[in-house]
C-alpha cells in the first residue's frame, strides 16, 4: 500500500504523498478537509483545543474503544485504520446538538469559545466511562481555558458524573426548561442528542496487518509496520543511520532535539509490542500506551500483593502529561526521551528504577539484551529495538513511595521528583536496602548512592540516624544551574524536602511528635464546589436577566468561526516570521536562495520589500508614540524580534522553513542586553518619568518608618487563539480579517504600511478567542506581515503565530517596580508616604501606562499624605503592552503590599490597618467588608485556623481579607448600528465593540430588546467592521459593553422617535405591524450612534470589591491550595448577572495564576526567551482554582453614573486577586515562626510565589527535620 486510510467523521480518507509526510492531523482536518471546529494553540499536546476523538482496536483489550487524542501531536500518516470524530459530528445545527454542547452553553461555560470544541470532544471520550465528579475533574488536565476561571466548566462536566450533586441536577433541570425560551435553542431541545457516534455506528477499515504501508516523498519515506520483523528488513534495506519510530510520536512536543530524519517508521501497530503479561515479573511491551498501563498498574496492584506498589505507580503516572497524551504516549517512547537527553527528568524512568526493572532490547539478527535502565541510558540504540520492560514483585518488607513536584496541578513537567523503595524488617525497623531516585537534578544523577548506602543496616526512625540521612543527600545532590528551572539550592531543598516527607509517612505514629505528622502526606484537593449569588429584578428581562450567551451553542460545536476558521482559499499561502538572533546590531544577508530551494516555499520578504512605512504602530493614535518596525532591518531591538516572512504553500512548512532560515548579522556588540528596570535605571537615557501625586500635607505622629521595594512582573495573555490575520486582495483593495481588538489601527496601519488608502483596507471582526489587551496593538505586526504577503503575490495570505513566536514578540503586561518609605503612627495610619514606580515599557514608549498605575494606586485610601512620582523604562524586550487592566493591577497591588508591610511592622490585623487608612467618603468597602465577613463566616474560621497552625508544624493555614476600588472612566468612541427589517420586525445590530469573551454581543441585545420591548430572539448581532465603527477606539478597560450599550440606546431612541407618528396613528399595533406599515412607508430603519467620553451623562465612578481567600501551604514542597474563595462585586444593575459572575470568576483566576505561577525567564547574555512554550510558561489549569469558589454580586445596587445603572465588570476581577499574595505570605510568617524567624521581621519574597519562592521565603533549615 503506497497510502493511509482512515474516517473522519465517518467519510472515508485516503491519504497519500500529496501531502507532506509531517502533515499533523490538525492540520489535515483544519486545510484539506475544511473541518474548522477543531483548534489548535500550542501545537504541544498542552493547550487542548485541538482534541479529537479516535475510535481503534486497542492491542491490550482487543476492543474497539473511543479516546481522545491531540490531533496536533498525531501526524495523519499514522491515522492508517483509525475512525476519527471531530466536534463537527458530535452536534450542529444541522445534527441536533449533544447534550454536553447544550449544558456547557447554558451553564455559562464558554466566553471566548476558542476552547469549548477541545472540552467538548474530552468529554466526549469520557461519556461511556460513566465516572463520578471527583474523576471527571481529574481527566481534564489536558485543556485549558484563559477566560471562564474554570468554575462553570466544572459543573458543566460535573453535572455527567453518575453521582452527580442534587444541586448540579436542579441546575440541568432548570436549564431543561429554560431551554426553549431563546431563538436557537428552541430548535436545540426539540432534537435528540447526537447519536451517530456510538460505537455501533463506526466502521473502522480493516487494514491488511501483514503488508508494509510505504509512501515515497522524494527523499522521504513514510513507513507503517506491522510486525517487528518488518522493522529490521527496513533496517537491512535503509540502514541505521537515519531513521525515527513513530509511536505516539508526543515526543517531539517535549524534546526540541527530536528533527524528523529521512526514514520514519511508525511501529504504532506492531501488537507484539502492545501486550503484557506475568513470568514472576510483569512483563510489560514497551509500546503499551500510559493511560492503558496506569490501567494495568491498578487493576495488578488490586489483586496480586507483591505487586501492590502499582497502585503508587498509577497514581504517578496519572500526574504524567494528560489523558489524551497518555491515550497515545508509549512506555518505551517516554525512556526514550530519557536516552536521547538524559537531563530529562522521565517519570516512568525514576519509577521502573526505583524497583530496579530491567529493559530487553532487540538488535540486529534477532539479537536480544537485557540491561538495567541506568545500563539502557549508554546503550547504544542505533538500529534497536525496545522491546518490553520487566517489572520484578517487591515482598512485604518493601515500602514505596514516590512524588511528583510540579509548577501547577497538572500537566506540567517536574520540578523534581522522587521515589523511594526502602526494605525493612518490620519487627526492628531496620533498612535492609534503600532505593533512592530523583529526576531533574542532573544530567548523569539517578539514584543517592552515598544516603542508600548510609541508611543500609539502620533504623531511619530516630533523629539522629534521620540527621544524618539528610546531610548525606545534603552533600550529593549537586542540581545543576539551569536558568529556566529553580536554582539548584532550591531543587535540593525540594528533594530532601521529599524525603523527609517519606520518612514522616511511614514512621510509626508512636514515636512522632503530633506536630509533626501532617507533614507526611501532600495536600490532596477534594472535590471542588462553587456558587454564585445575586438578584434579578424580572420586570426589567430582557434586561438584567441571566441569559445564556447569544454565541454559546455555536462555540460548543465548532461553528462559530474565528479568523482562522475562514474556509481554505484558492492560491492561498501562509507566511511565517523570521525571528532574530541576536538582541542588537543590523541585518546583514537572509539565506533566501536555500529556504526558496525547498519544495513548496514561496517567497521570503525582508524589510526591503515593504512599500510602506516599516511600521504597525501609528504615532498620534491613542498612546501610539513611536514606530515599531514590522521587520528588523538595522538597530535590532530585542532577542527574537520578527527579520523577515517566509512564504509556502502549508502553515506547517511556512513555520519550519522560518525557524531554519539563516541569517547574518553586523554591528552586533558585545554588550548584555537590558532586561531588567534596576539594570535599565542605571542608563539615564533608558529613563522617562511621568505623572505623580502631590501631598497635601503630613502627618506628625510618625512612629514607625517602613522600608521596602515591590516587584512584579510580566504576563504573557495567553490567548487561546493566536495572533492570527487573513488577508484576501478584493477589486483594489484587501479585506483583512484580524484578531483585533483595534480596528481603526490595523486599518490605518496597513494601508500606511502597503502605501495604499485606508479605503482600500476593510477590516472585519467577528470575534477573537481572547484577547485581554493583548490583541489592540501587537496583533497589527501581523495584519501588516499578511497585508504584504497578500499584496506582493496577489494571493489570499493565512499568517498565524506559532506560540514560541507569539509568545516571543507580542508583547506583555508591563513589570512595574515600587519603592516606598512610609511613615506611620503605631495604628499603622499613614503620616506619609513616598513611593516612586517604575514600569518597564519593553524597548519602546508606545503603551505606555504609567497614568493609569499612578491613578490606581491610591486604591481605597486616603491619599492626602502621598508623595508619588513614576518613571517607565525601556529595556532590550519586546514593547511591552496593554494587558488586563494594565497599570491598575500593578498600582494596587503596590499599596496593597505597604499595607500589608505596614501591619507586620505594627503588628496589627491587615484588615484593620487598612480600615484604618481608607478614605471616608464615596467608599462602599467597610459595608461590604462587613457583609462577606458575615457569609464567609470569617471569625469562626480565623479562630480554627490559629488552632490548627498551633497543631501542626508541617502544614499552615491562612485567611485574608483584601479589597479593590477600581477608578472606571469612559474614553473614547464606540459606534452601534442597529438596523430593523420590515419583512419580520426582526433586528441586526453592528457595534464598534468587539465581542472577545466578554459578551458585549448580548448584552448589546438585551439592552436593543429592552429598548425597543421586543423579544431577545428578534435580536441579532453581527460582526464589526471598519466601514460602520469607522475610527472607534480599541475595545479595552473594561467599558466596552456599556458605551456599545449607550450607543445603543441611543440609536433606538431615534428609531423610536421615526416610529412614533406612525405607532401614534395605528390602533395598538404589534411590532411586526408597526415595522412593516413603516418599510412601506419608506421609513428609514436604520440608526447609528456613536459615543464619545463627552457624554454628559456617562461619568467616571468607582466598582468596589472585597475577597477572603482561604489557602493551605504544605511547608515541605512549598505546594498550596487554594481552599476557598469568596468575592463580593458591586457590578451594580448587572445586563446579564451570569455573564458578570464569569467575568469575575475569570479574572480572578487570571490574577491568581499571574501571581503564583506566570514566569518570564531570560537568557541573561541573550536575552533569549527561555520559558516560550506551553510546558515552560504555566497558567493555572483546572485543578487550580479555589476548591470552594464563591461569587457574590452586590445585592440592590444600582449605578446613577454608568449606563442602565450597571458597573463595568471585566478587568476588576483581576485586581481582587492580590491577597494570594497576603495569604500565602501569612501561611510562610507562620512556619518561619516555628523555625525561629521573628515574626515581625517583614522578609522578601519575589513574585510570582512560585514553588522556588515560596521554599526560598520559607528558609526551613535541615536541621528541623526531625521526628520527635
Ligand atoms: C504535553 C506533554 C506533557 C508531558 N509530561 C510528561 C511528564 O510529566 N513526565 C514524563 O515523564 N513525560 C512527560 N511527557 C512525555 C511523554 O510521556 C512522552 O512524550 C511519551 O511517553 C512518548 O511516547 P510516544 O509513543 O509518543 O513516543 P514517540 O514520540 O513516538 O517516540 C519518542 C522516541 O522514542 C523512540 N521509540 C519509541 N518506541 C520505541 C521502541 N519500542 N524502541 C526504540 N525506540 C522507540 C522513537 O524513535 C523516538 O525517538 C509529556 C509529553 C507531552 C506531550
Ligand atoms: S494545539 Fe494541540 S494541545 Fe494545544
Ligand atoms: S472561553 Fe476558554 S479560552 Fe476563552
Known sequence: MTC?????????????????????LSAYIRYSLGLPGTKAMCRQGVCGACIVNVSARRHISGEIETFSVNSCLVLVFSCHGWDITTVESIGSRGLGYSEFQKRIAAFHGTQCGFCTPGWVMQMQSLLP???????????????????????????????FAVDASPELCQQVDDIEELATCIKDRTRICNRKCSETNSESDWTVINADPEAVITVHFGDKIFFKVFREDQIFQL???????????????????????????????????????????????????????????????????????????????AKHLDLVAQMPVRNIGSLAGNLMLKHIKPSYRSDVFLLFEAVGATVTIRGAGNLLVSLSLPEFLKYNMKGKLILNFELPPQGPKHIIRSYKIMPRSQNALAIVNAAFNI????????????????????????????????????????????????????????????????????????????????????????????????????????????????????????????????????????????????????????????????????????????????????????????????????????????????????????????????????????????????????????????????????????VISGDTIEPKGRGTNVRKVIKGVFEVGAQYHYYLEPLSCVTIPVDNGFEVHDVTQWMDLTQGAVSRFLNISESDVHV???????????????????????????????????????????????????????????????????????????????????????????????????????????????????SNTFARAPGTLEGIASIENIMEHIAVAVNKDPTEVRLANMVQEENDLPTLINTLKTSAEYERRLREIKIFNKNNRWKKKSIQISVMLFPVIYYGNYTAMVSIYRGDGSVTVTTGGIEMGQGVNTKAAQVCAYELGIPLEKVTVIPNYSFVAANNIFSGSSIVSESVCFSIIKACNTLKERLKPLKDQMNNPTWEELIKKAGDDLVDLTATYMMTDKEPELQGYNVFAVTILEVELDVLTGKFQISRADILEDVGLSANPKIDVGQVEGAFVQGLSYFTSEKLIFDKTTGQLLTNNA?????????????????????????????????AVGEMGICSSHGIIYALRQCIRESRKDSGYDANQWFEMDLPLTTESILKALNVKNSELILY
Not at 137 to 146: M, P, Y
Open 129 to 159: 466511562k460513566n465516572l463520578k465528579m471527583i474523576e471527571l475533574e481529574n481527566s481534564f488536565g489536558s485543556n485549558t481555558c484563559r477566560c471562564t476561571g474554570y468554575r462553570s466548566i466544572f459543573d458543566t462536566i460535573k453535572s
Open 4 to 24: 493511509v486510510e482512515f474516517t473522519v467523521n465517518g467519510q472515508k480518507c485516503t491519504v497519500n504523498n500529496i501531502l507532506h509526510r509531517d502533515t499533523s
Open 235 to 313: 533496517f537491512n534495506s535503509y540502514g541505521v543511520d537515519n531513521y525515527l519510530f513513530i509511536d505516539g510520536n508526543t515526543g517531539k512536543a517535549v524534546i526540541n532535539e527530536i528533527e524528523y530524519p529521512a526514514v520514519l517508521i511508525d511501529i504504532s501497530a506492531v501488537s507484539s509490542l502492545k501486550q503484557y503479561h506475568f513470568d514472576q515479573n510483569l512483563v510489560l511491551g514497551a509500546n503499551i500506551s500510559l493511560e492503558e498501563c496506569l490501567e494495568i498498574f491498578k487493576n495488578t496492584a488490586a489483586t496480586m500483593d507483591d505487586f501492590k506498589y502499582l497502585e503508587e505507580f
Open 423 to 686: 526494605k525493612m524488617n518490620p519487627s526492628t525497623s531496620v533498612i535492609e536496602k534503600a532505593t533512592i531516585v530523583y529526576g531533574n537534578i542532573s544530567a548523569k544523577f539517578i539514584h543517592a548512592t552515598q544516603t542508600e548506602k548510609y541508611l543500609k543496616g539502620k533504623n531511619v526512625f530516630s533523629n539522629s540516624i534521620l540527621q544524618g540521612a539528610i546531610s548525606r543527600l545534603n552533600t550529593e545532590l549537586v542540581p545543576v544551574e539551569d536558568p529556566a528551572e529553580p536554582t539548584p539550592a532550591i531543587r535540593k531543598k525540594l528533594a530532601i524536602g521529599l524525603f523527609y516527607k517519606f520518612i514522616l509517612s511511614i514512621a510509626p505514629i508512636s514515636i512522632l511528635k503530633p506536630i509533626y505528622k501532617s507533614g507526611g502526606t501532600l495536600l490532596t484537593r477534594p472535590l471542588s464546589s462553587g456558587k454564585q449569588d445575586f438578584q434579578t429584578d424580572s420586570s426589567l428581562y430582557p434586561l438584567n436577566q441571566p441569559v445564556q450567551k447569544l454565541e454559546a451553542i455555536i462555540q460548543s460545536s465548532g461553528e462559530a468561526r474565528y479568523v482562522n476558521d475562514i474556509p481554505p482559499l484558492p492560491k492561498e499561502v501562509f507566511g511565517a516570521f523570521v525571528l532574530s538572533t541576536v538582541h542588537n546590531g543590523d541585518v546583514d544577508v537572509v539565506d533566501a536562495e536555500s529556504a526558496l530551494a525547498i519544495p513548496d516555499v514561496i517567497a521570503v520578504y525582508t524589510a526591503k520589500d515593504i512599500p510602506g512605512v516599516n511600521s504597525f504602530t501609528f504615532p498620534g493614535f491613542q498612546l501610539q508614540k513611536e514606530d515599531e518596525e514590522v521587520l528588523a532591518d538595522t538597530n535590532i531591538k530585542y532577542y527574537g524580534q520578527p527579520v523577515a516572512i517566509v512564504v509556502a504553500t502549508s502553515e506547517e512548512l511556512a513555520t519550519s522553513v522560518a525557524r531554519k532560515v539563516k541569517v547574518t548579522y553586523k554591528n552586533v556588540t558585545n554588550v548584555t542586553p537590558v532586561l531588567t528596570i534596576n539594570k535599565a535605571k542605571l542608563d539615564k537615557t533608558r
Open 1175 to 1207: 510546558l515552560s510558561y504555566e497558567v493555572y489549569l483546572a485543578k487550580d482554582i479555589p476548591v470552594d469558589f464563591r461569587v457574590n454580586l452586590r445585592y440592590n445596587s444600582n449605578n446613577p453614573k454608568g449606563v442602565l445603572g450597571s458597573k
Open 764 to 878: 472585519k471582526v467577528r470575534r477573537l478567542g481572547g484577547g485581554f489587551g493583548g490583541k489592540i496593538s501587537r496583533n497589527v505586526q501581523v495584519a501588516c506581515a499578511s497585508a504584504l504577503v497578500a499584496k506582493t503575490l496577489d494571493r489570499p495570505c493565512r499568517f498565524i503565530l506559532p506560540l514560541d513566536t507569539n509568545l516571543t514578540i507580542a508583547g506583555r503586561r508591563l513589570p512595574c517596580q515600587c519603592e516606598y518609605e512610609v511613615g506611620v503612627d503605631n495604628n499603622g495610619k499613614i503620616q506619609y508616604l513616598n513611593a516612586s514606580l517604575t514600569e518597564d515599557d519593553g524597548f519602546s514608549h508606545n503603551e505606555n501606562v504609567l497614568s493609569y498605575v499612578v491613578s490606581s494606586f491610591a486604591n481605597c485610601y486616603n491619599a492626602d499624605y502621598f508623595t508619588v512620582k513614576s518613571f517607565a523604562v525601556t529595556t532590550d524586550l519586546p
